[in-house]
């Protein structure tokens, strides 16, 4: 057997799946521009992942402060450098640690859910149903979450930056014996826009990312109970594949000198 | 020429042909519905009835072939067309494919309210007829479907596919898993409001009492093309050896079922 054909049939295979996948997307969001829009649907899915992910964001983000304060201290420490520590963690929390941690926990939680109710609904026939009422499935299902988590997500990273943040001054402050005013003006000091504005934009692209994998997967899994396990580990897996590798472009394109 | 000749069926299959892969499921087959006609499809599992359904639907494309609704071609129409064609449509599926997340009187009222037909108020109270239509009173409404047996979600389902007045209902083996006797309620519930709506039905089934029930005439799916069709009262004296042991359930016959030896 020639040794490139399973390689080529995998290539082959990627470049479909990823024309697939661009196709959904490229359908998906054109129905949130187009009317009819749902409303009560966008404002559902903007509470289930905006407010019900925060204890989760906002837990993750404080202990990543708090370690980074603690970590961070133990390394500059070696070279006097102790007062970088309040830059470290703003800098680190709002362009890095932020967006990344939110992103991959929405994805765990958020992205994994819609894979799953779409794909119970996809293999119960449901989908079929909105079809059959003259409803776009693309419409109803996947254009109210495309549009909550593009826009939740830079909330939720807004709101975990200045938890992580917090995390970082807690630990400063009450165990490494920082000056409480001078931990949060060094904190301001050196703290730009461009800082907070990439981390928001990144994300913005994780939110749309995690809903259009957890949307695109459910919709097509198939073979009833073990397709739909199938289509919420591969939308939690290839979410996060994806924030890692689109972070680091993100990354590239507003601090690459 | 007589002017009931002039009116075109209200579904018009001609030389359907749909497969999956190497699998031909549906080989160059044709039907004709007429309008106000209640046909029914038999065949046994596999032979692609719902995979008609489907293509007729536009759930699924076909590879060749057309499919006509009151004398319009539908496949390949542009989405919005397609939707404006489905509103004609009520369907009954099999598993009855109530939403979830929906109360059952906003299942029933679902395709009044997203296709604008109604505001929610009003939708609500059609809502609650067509339930007490299929027998369910007000307390169900409020319920979830979780909270339902199966007769009950047949129902529901039933009552949301007439909910919006559709010219054509499908139904998608609507007695399956259903005792005998709950099967013949859905049954008349099927020939009571087709006939108070008017509609086409199309059906397809592997129960032959649902079949004589809510039938005009009988079509017999086998390998992708109809075998027979007649009306229902003709179905004991088809003269088709395929029919006849299909109807009586014979293991011997024609009709060799693919079964892997273990």
Known sequence: MNIFQPIGKAFLGFLAATGRLSLFAIVSVSHCVRPPIYPRLIGRQMIEIGYYSLPVVGLTTLFSGMVLALQSYTGFARFSAESAVPNVVVLSMTRELGPVLAGLMVAGRIGAAMAAEIGTMRVTEQVDALTTLSTNPHKYLVAPRLIAGLTMLPLLVLVGDIIGVFGGYLISVYKLGFNPAIYIKNTWQYLEFLDVFSGVVKAACFGFIVALMGCYNGYHSRGGAQGVGAATTNAVVSASIMILISNYLITEMFFAK | ?262
């Open chain 2, 1 to 262: 020429m007589s002017a009931e000749a002039n009116i075109p069926p209200k579904i018009k299959v001609a030389d359907l042909q749909k497969r999956f892969g190497p699998k031909v499921v549906l080989d160059g087959l044709d039907l004709d519905v007429g309008v106000g006609e209640s046909v029914v499809v038999i065949g046994g599992s596999g032979t692609g009835k719902s995979v008609l359904l489907k293509c007729i639907l536009g759930l699924l494309e076909p590879e060749e072939g057309t499919i006509e609704i009151d004398g319009q071609p539908v496949i390949g129409l542009p989405t919005a067309d397609r939707e404006e064609i489905n509103r004609k449509f009520g369907m009954l599926f099999q598993g009855a494919a109530l939403f979830d997340s929906l109360k059952v009187w906003e299942n029933v009222a679902f395709g009044l309210i997203q296709g604008g037909r109604s505001d929610r108020t009003e939708a609500r109270d059609i809502a609650y007829s067509k339930l007490a239509d299929v027998g369910l009173g007000t307390d169900v409404g409020g319920l979830w479907p979780a909270e339902l047996s199966g007769g009950m979600k047949k129902r529901v389902a039933l009552a949301r596919a007439i909910a919006t007045t559709p010219e054509i209902i499908f139904f998608d083996e609507p007695t399956t898993g259903l005792d005998p006797i709950m099967a013949d309620v859905i049954n008349d519930l099927i020939v009571k409001c087709t006939r108070e709506l008017g509609a086409t039905a199309l059906s397809i089934t592997h129960d032959m009492a649902s079949a004589r029930k809510i039938a005009d005439r009988i079509a017999m799916l086998y390998k992708g093309k109809i075998i027979w069709q007649g009306p229902t009262s003709q179905i004991d004296s088809s003269g088709n050896e395929f029919v006849d042991q299909f109807i009586h359930g014979r293991a011997e016959g024609p009709i060799r079922m693919e079964v892997r030896a273990p």
